[in-house]
């Protein structure tokens, strides 16, 4: 039977599973494309059935998240956990809080995420969880009692060797701090049941830059495979936030011109370079939940309300953002104007078509599950210091980081090698795969 045929088997079992789950389906389908026929050719996989069981998480808890707002009307909230697979570690992976979460878009971070965990080389497992609710406009009051209550239904289904979260969009280290404090009081415990927490109580230095600054190690991988380095290089980066802002600084510090940033409205782009202290800029208007329409007059960046980073002309694309934010008339001008690099801060932000369109057109493509590993690498460390209770600075933890983003990699670009072409994506997904279906065909039929 034909590669593309077993897929189209699988896959509509998946989509009969679970209906309606579009972004799901693209996220498996990617995966499954590359290491079907890996799965066929090993009868320990064959046996497992380990696809099959890797389309349907181990468990998704959802429950109601009842809290006050500042008006003291009672709101109502949905929010759930995806323990996807402990296959090799506890269930890991942030929590998100927006008003597009559901158990689709929660079960395909899941699934992504047991693969980008396995690519560490770290114990961990996959999971995601998170709820519709939408931060935007509430105040840091209504936003501790939010988190307070969510944590107040998910405390009995986590623990540090159980269920780790962690951070994800609009979850950073504050929203972790109150999270914290209510899973410590159901717990009667003081573990480290989530990462991502500040300095005082348990948490990494670098956790907060590490998605950003491991992306750039990885593309600095990426180019010195090629001999190069991201002296000189143009960089569009997307989005505004953790990932976009450590990326853009870490890509400067190496020399880089950061051509773009931007939010859901608009792009902030400087011809010659966004320099250091517009990055902290847009940093901080995000904490404080502004816009970025109107940068500084002494800044040489310049907001294009409706412009999107990918109309600029540069060598390296860093969708920082969010899932199918580029799309295939973006990958196209990535194409056109001979951009070489396209590497994923966020998780799936190409469309299945982008995807396609970069490949055949010759560029590089780095998925979010190899190239911002960096985030779930560092929260692994975390884990690591909260159980023997000793902490790293910030120069062994960055140490570690590069190490770990290189050896990510090497791994991606073994198993992706054909000729003098890397396919970063096909062997990211066999590299995990591997790792994964390893301890689940060890471990029989349960
Ligand atoms: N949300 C991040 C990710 O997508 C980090 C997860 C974690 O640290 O557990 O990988």
Same mark, same amino acid.
């Given at each position: 039977m034909s590669r593309h045929t077993l897929v189209n088997e699988f896959m509509n079992r998946v989509e009969t599973h679970s209906p309606n789950q579009t972004e799901f389906h693209q996220a498996v389908r990617h995966v499954a494309q590359d290491v079907i026929t890996i799965e066929k050719a090993h009868s320990g996989y064959t046996a497992a059935k380990v696809l099959d &069981?890797?389309?349907? *998480?181990? &468990?998704?808890?959802?429950?109601?998240?009842?809290?006050?707002?500042?008006?003291?009307?009672?709101?109502?909230?949905?929010?759930?956990?995806? $323990?996807?697979s402990d296959a090799i570690g506890p269930y890991k992976g942030g929590l998100r809080f927006h008003p597009t979460v559901s158990p689709s878009i929660l079960k395909f971070l899941g699934f992504e995420q047991v693969f980008k965990n396995a690519l560490t080389g770290l114990p961990l497992g996959g999971g995601k969880g998170g709820a519709d609710f939408d931060p935007t406009g509430r105040s840091d009051a209504e936003i501790m009692r939010f988190c307070h209550a969510f944590m107040c239904q998910l405390a009995p289904f986590i623990g540090p060797d159980r269920d780790v979260p962690a951070g994800d969009i609009n979850v950073g280290t504050r929203e972790i701090g109150w999270l914290f404090a209510a899973y410590k009081a159901h717990a009667l415990e003081f573990t480290g049941a989530l990462t991502g927490k500040g300095a005082s109580f348990g948490g990494s230095q670098i956790r907060t830059e590490a998605t950003g600054y491991g992306l750039i190690y990885f593309v600095q991988a990426m180019l010195a495979e090629q001999g190069a380095d991201l002296a000189g290089k143009r960089v569009a980066i997307s989005g505004k936030g953790n990932v976009a802002t450590h990326a853009a600084e870490k890509a400067v510090e190496?020399?880089?011109?950061?051509?773009?940033?931007?939010?859901?409205?608009?792009?902030?782009?400087?011809?010659?370079?966004?320099?250091?202290?517009?990055?902290?800029?847009?940093? =901080?208007? @995000?904490? =404080?939940?502004?816009?970025?329409?109107? *940068? *500084?007059?002494?800044? @040489?960046?310049?907001?294009?309300?409706?412009?999107?980073?990918?109309?600029?002309?540069?060598?390296? =694309?860093?969708?920082?953002?969010?899932?199918?934010?580029?799309? @295939?008339?973006?990958?196209?001008?990535?194409?056109? $104007?001979?951009? $070489?690099?396209?590497?994923?801060?966020?998780?799936?932000?190409?469309?299945?078509?982008?995807?396609?369109?970069?490949?055949?057109?010759?560029?590089?493509?780095? *998925?979010? @599950?190899?190239?911002?590993?960096?985030?779930?690498?560092?929260?692994?460390?975390?884990?690591?210091?909260?159980?023997?209770? &000793?902490?790293?600075?910030?120069?062994?933890?960055?140490?570690?980081?590069? $190490?770990?983003?290189?050896?990510?990699?090497? &791994?991606?670009?073994?198993?992706g090698r054909s000729g003098n072409r890397i396919d970063y994506s096909k062997g990211a997904n066999i590299a995990a795969f591997r790792t994964v279906a390893d301890a689940i065909a060890a471990m029989g039929a349960i």
């Open positions: &069981r890797l389309a349907e *998480p181990d &468990r998704v808890i959802g429950f109601r998240v009842v809290w006050q707002d500042d008006a003291g009307e009672t709101q109502v909230n949905r929010g759930w956990r995806v $323990q996807y190496a020399g880089a011109h950061v051509i773009t940033l931007s939010d859901t409205s608009g792009t902030l782009v400087a011809e010659d370079g966004i320099d250091a202290a517009t990055i902290a800029w847009v940093r =901080a208007r @995000k904490q =404080a939940g502004e816009d970025i329409s109107h *940068p *500084p007059e002494d800044t @040489k960046a310049r907001y294009v309300a409706g412009a999107m980073p990918w109309e600029q002309d540069v060598d390296i =694309a860093l969708p920082c953002a969010t899932q199918n934010e580029l799309d @295939k008339d973006m990958a196209k001008a990535l194409v056109d $104007q001979g951009t $070489q690099i396209v590497a994923e801060g966020a998780n799936m932000p190409l469309t299945s078509d982008a995807i396609d369109i970069i490949a055949n057109g010759g560029l590089l493509h780095a *998925p979010g @599950k190899a190239a911002n590993a960096g985030g779930v690498a560092v929260s692994g460390l975390e884990m690591s210091q909260n159980s023997h209770r &000793r902490y790293a600075t910030a120069e062994e933890v960055d140490a570690d980081l590069k $190490q770990i983003m290189k050896r990510i990699h090497a &791994r991606a670009a073994d198993e």
